[in-house]
Each structure stands twice: as C-alpha cells, then as structure tokens.
C-alpha cells in the first residue's frame, strides 16, 4: 500500500500537514524531537560508559593479596 506514494504524494502530504497544524506547531514539534533525540544519544552514551566502568573495575585486580615466597612455603 505505501510502496505506491512517490514525490507528488509525500508533497502532498506535506502541504496538508502543514494547513492543518501551521508552521509553528510544526517547528516546535521538530523541537522537541530534536530534544528527544538529544536526550537518547546521550543516554545511550552515559549507559556504554557505565558498562565499561563496571567491567574495568571488576577486571582491574586479579592478583592475590599476599605473595608467598619460598621462604614462607617452607
């Protein structure tokens, strides 16, 4: 059904669109889709920066605490 609406119809649809809510409303929407946007990259990237942090810490000693030498194994 939408594999048949080329450039005349998405033209039209945008022409309609716009006589129905005006520029205004338009713009302030793309406003807050853009902030929306925004807010979610920078969610995703506080939420991989964590992940890292968590795996880098976990992963930062593995060494034992104490160190035996031969002198203490005999």
């Given at each position: 059904?939408?594999?048949?609406?080329?450039?005349?119809?998405?033209l039209?649809?945008?022409?309609?669109?716009?006589?129905?809510?005006?520029?205004?409303?338009?713009?302030?929407?793309?406003?807050e889709?853009?902030?929306?946007?925004?807010?979610?990259?920078?969610?995703?990237?506080?939420?991989s920066?964590?992940?890292?942090?968590?795996?880098?810490?976990?992963?930062?000693?593995?060494?034992?605490?104490t160190?035996?030498?031969?002198?203490?194994?005999?």
């Amino acid at each position: 059904m939408l594999n048949n609406i080329g450039l005349p119809g998405l033209l039209l649809i945008a022409v309609v669109v716009l006589v129905l809510f005006g520029r205004g409303k338009i713009s302030s929407l793309m406003g807050e889709v853009g902030k929306g946007i925004t807010s979610f990259k920078k969610g995703v990237n506080e939420g991989s920066k964590e992940i890292e942090e968590d795996v880098s810490e976990i992963a930062k000693d593995v060494t034992p605490d104490t160190v035996e030498t031969d002198k203490d194994k005999a």
